[in-house]
């Protein structure tokens, strides 16, 4: 059984209690772990190294890394300590978040499968394989919804969701955008897409009148992410969807010249933290893509359901 004396003087700092938070849900490695709270390898791996030589936690070889986990103490004294700590650090949820996000990553063997054939799709020619033919695929799969397209440009994407959707309302800010949406839709003879001017924070949408609201690469083009996000909120039904498609958090500043763009994208806990504050539950996000082109933006999905 560790000393008291020791593992009230290890459990003294805040970061190592944050760790033993974490460790008590979950085996992590450093690398995990210094994603979660934000610290360096050298940080993470001195707090470690005192935890276990205060024999509060131990470690396991899982290939090419160490998964850290409690060790058995036969008190519960530590337990105690850990009760009053969830309370007490400010952290200590936005910890837990994080952590979910990176188990998510950790397990989704799919992900990475799909990861692997976005490498090849494009570049290596497979007769009648292409991104088109999978999205016309699985939009056969999407049942038929009354959707809102939000910072819907031109429309293109509205015209894609409106082979599957009872009705689209595309709405946009810029006039000659939407009439050139109309335009588009009438060329095709597409007549169950509406167009309406408007702005995302102040959508011309009533109450509950969607199923599904789509931010295609927009909410990053808005003053108030939030404002759009509840938005979204207010115009769906009980049972609504929301799909946010926008770039990760980067640095290429030039965006906001050449793009209009208002923000340098989210960070995952962001946008996650935006869409349960806007009215949100069961948010997952993921990264789904990268440029190989420099600035190497990246692509983030967001996907939730409506509180009821």
């Known amino acids: 059984m560790p000393s008291i004396i020791k593992t009230l003087k290890v459990v003294a700092d805040p970061n190592r209690l944050r760790i033993l938070l974490l460790l008590k849900g979950e085996e992590l ?3 995990e772990l210094q994603e979660i709270l934000g610290m360096g390898q050298s940080t993470i791996s001195t707090h470690l190294s005192q935890l276990k030589q205060a024999g509060l936690v131990e470690d396991r070889r899982t290939g090419k890394s160490n ?28 910890d837990q978040a994080a952590m979910r996000r990176v188990l998510k990553k950790r397990q989704d063997k799919m992900r990475a499968f799909f990861d692997s054939v976005a490498g090849r799709l494009g570049r290596d020619y497979v007769p009648g394989k292409s991104w088109k033919s999978m999205a016309e695929a ?4 999407m049942p038929p919804l009354t959707i809102a397209d939000l910072g819907a440009g031109e429309g293109s994407f509205a015209l894609l969701l409106s082979q599957r959707a009872v009705r689209v309302i595309a709405v946009d800010n810029s006039a000659r955008m939407i009439e050139v949406g109309r335009e588009q839709a009438a060329r095709h003879g597409v007549k169950n897409v509406e167009y309406r001017l408007g702005d995302v924070e102040e959508v011309p949408i009533g109450a509950g009148e969607v199923d599904l609201v789509f931010f295609s690469q927009s909410l990053h083009h808005a003053l108030h992410p939030e404002r759009a996000l509840a938005e979204a909120a207010r115009i769906l039904g009980d049972s609504g969807r929301i799909v946010v498609l926008d770039l990760l958090k980067h640095r290429f500043e030039e965006a906001r010249e050449m793009y209009a763009d208002e923000w340098l994208g989210f960070s995952e806990a962001e946008l996650e933290a935006m869409l349960e504050n806007a009215g949100f539950a069961n948010v997952e996000t993921a990264v789904v893509d990268k440029e190989l082109e420099t600035p190497q933006f990246q692509t983030l999905l967001a996907v939730a359901d409506k509180k009821k």
């Open 29 to 31: 490695s450093v690398a």
């Open 138 to 141: 699985l939009l056969r799969l």
């Open 67 to 94: 998964l850290y986990r409690p060790a058995p103490t036969g008190s519960n004294l530590l337990d105690e300590i850990l009760a009053d700590a969830q309370k007490e650090i400010a952290e200590a949820g936005a």
